[in-house]
């Protein structure tokens, strides 16, 4: 059936053009992105409305010009507060318009790392052992230093926060945002320096400190709602130093993990993301994964799209997975005991992006054989579902 769907986005090259910074604006939409939506929307038969940012839903909602439509597809991440990524949908719902995603509350959930995983948790699903560390910007380093022992002994997690390396990053950003080279701390003489220079660059934000996970990483896609939410393949991610033996590029020491710099040019740091596509049916590992992957969509409260980071605490048979992200943007199988691989969960991405050409979430689905409109297609059915439904014209003119 033909909608109208309204997109709700901030376009990248407005926000530059306005002064804001590369890196502020690393999440926002490029032209690429919008015209491949808009695109796919009316190749479906939809008619698209250009909307644009939050304010000028604001306008449309002050108009009335809302009224002429029956959906909202919003990839808005909005530049301020904690709770940007949920501002459009809160605004939305506060109208009763029927959009495409997870709703507010839940945006708010998968966005701040920190409340994602008290939620995990308390849902039984493992994430890396954690604490919370109040931005310390405007403190001597004495008092910096204090206040991190305070976090850390305070955790449910201390003991395992005592053995190195752990790994630091900004409680509520996405994209590798604020992922440095320094972000892996490999000795306790590391840790204040870098959670300083972390609470100077967001002073808005606290700093999160995970043990390191260093086993097989993994990124999982997904589309659909509740007990209709499928997993549409993953990838894998291994980063490489530039070292190479016999004409293979070997793992080397140093850094093995996706910094910002990396996930926008391959290739920085002296390192090489390598970007596989793991066997779903024969690798045990990736589909232990993918359905730990599932139960933290779920149990985030996700809905018609999103993408989980997946990361194990080690590698070989003894690791355990970890979400690591869920991106708004499963169960566990039982294996006998020496093939467990365990993953922990880092983080539920409601909103991940959808640049046709690029983005990891329409890329998985093209290896599963997925078109980027077919996969447009699932989405838009499932939040189709939560429409209210059309009423037929009154022919006869009776009530």
């Known amino acids: 059936m033909p909608y109208t769907i309204a997109l709700v986005y901030e ?19 490029d032209e690429v992105t919008i015209d491949g939506l808009t695109s796919a929307l009316q190749s479906l038969g939809h008619e698209t409305v250009q909307v644009g940012d939050i304010k000028d839903l604001v306008k449309c909602l002050a108009t009335g010009s809302h009224q002429a439509w029956d959906l909202v597809f919003t990839t808005s991440e909005g530049l301020y507060g904690l709770a940007r990524e949920a501002q459009v949908p809160a605004l939305l719902e506060a109208y009763e318009i029927p959009y495409v995603g997870a709703d507010a509350a839940s945006t708010v959930l998968a966005h701040d790392k920190a409340k994602t995983k008290l939620w995990l948790e308390r849902s039984s699903i493992p994430s890396a052992p954690w604490c919370l560390v109040p931005n310390v910007r405007e403190m001597t380093a004495g008092d910096r230093s204090g206040r991190i022992e305070t976090a850390m002994r305070s955790s449910s997690h201390a003991d395992a926060l005592n053995e190195f390396p752990l790994f630091l990053k900004p409680v509520a950003e996405g994209t590798s945002k604020g992922i440095y080279p320094c972000s892996k701390i490999k000795e306790r003489s590391e840790l204040e320096p870098a959670v300083s220079m972390l609470s100077t660059r967001y ?24 007990s209709r ?26 850094i093995d993990f996706l910094t910002t710099d990396l996930k926008k040019y391959d290739r920085a740091h002296g390192v090489h993301v390598e970007v596989l596509k793991p066997d779903l049916k024969s690798d045990r590992e990736v589909q232990q994964a993918c359905e730990r992957a599932l139960e933290a969509y779920r149990a985030v409260g996700c809905r018609d799209l999103g993408r989980v980071d997946v990361r194990s605490d080690r590698k070989g048979s003894s690791a355990v997975p970890h979400i690591i992200e869920v991106r708004r943007t499963g169960s566990v199988c039982q294996l006998e005991a020496a093939q467990v691989t365990d993953w922990w969960c880092g983080q539920v991405n409601p909103r991940p992006g959808l640049r046709p050409d690029r983005s990891h979430f329409p890329s998985i689905a093209r290896n599963n054989g997925l078109s980027y409109g077919s996969l447009i297609e699932e989405i838009i059915d499932s939040a189709a579902e939560r429409m209210p439904i059309k009423q037929a014209p009154n022919v006869n003119g009776f009530d």
């Open 11 to 29: 376009r990248k090259s407005e926000y530059l053009a306005r002064g804001f910074s590369v890196e502020e604006c690393e999440e926002l939409e």
């Open 203 to 226: 002073p808005d934000q606290d700093i999160l400190i995970e043990t390191y996970l260093a086993g097989r990483e993994f990124t999982v896609s997904i589309i659909g709602t509740g």
């Open 229 to 254: 939410a499928r997993v549409v393949g993953a990838l894998e991610f291994r980063v490489h130093r530039q070292g190479q033996e016999n004409g293979v590029v070997q793992d080397m020491e140093g």
